[in-house]
């Protein structure tokens, strides 16, 4: 079992930062790939960016360039910082993991909202 907790969301301005961790807990050795999801109201959930245990990642295009993800596996946290943030990167941000043997576990959401 692992347990997921986002934090770090908020209200920001746009052009703003923020940075959101993602700390686990529990069977933490078994994790693998991890991810950063967000939705927006009315939308489906879609992908942002992806970190595999050695630090490969990859970005859906419309965060590419702006946002980064990250981890650091001794503290069991991974992070996404987000710059350059948009109206429409407004969303809740949810993170989620693959452990040994396929089962994937989520976060309860962190609420962004980019507004002046």
């Known amino acids: 079992q692992v347990q997921l907790v986002e934090s770090g969301g908020g209200l920001v301005q746009p052009g703003g930062s923020l940075r959101l961790p993602c700390r686990a807990s529990?069977?933490?050795?078994?994790?693998?790939?991890m991810s950063w999801y967000r939705q927006a109201p009315g939308k489906q959930r879609e992908l942002v960016a992806t970190i595999t245990r050695a630090g490969s990642t990859n970005y859906s295009g419309y965060v590419k360039g702006r946002f980064t993800i990250s981890r650091d596996n001794a503290k069991n946290t991974m992070y996404l910082q987000m710059n350059s943030l948009k109206p429409e990167d407004t969303a809740v941000y949810y993170c989620q993991c693959y452990v040994t043997g396929g089962v994937d576990y989520w976060g309860q959401g962190a609420q962004v909202t980019v507004s002046s």
């Open positions: 529990g069977s933490t050795f078994s994790i693998g790939t």
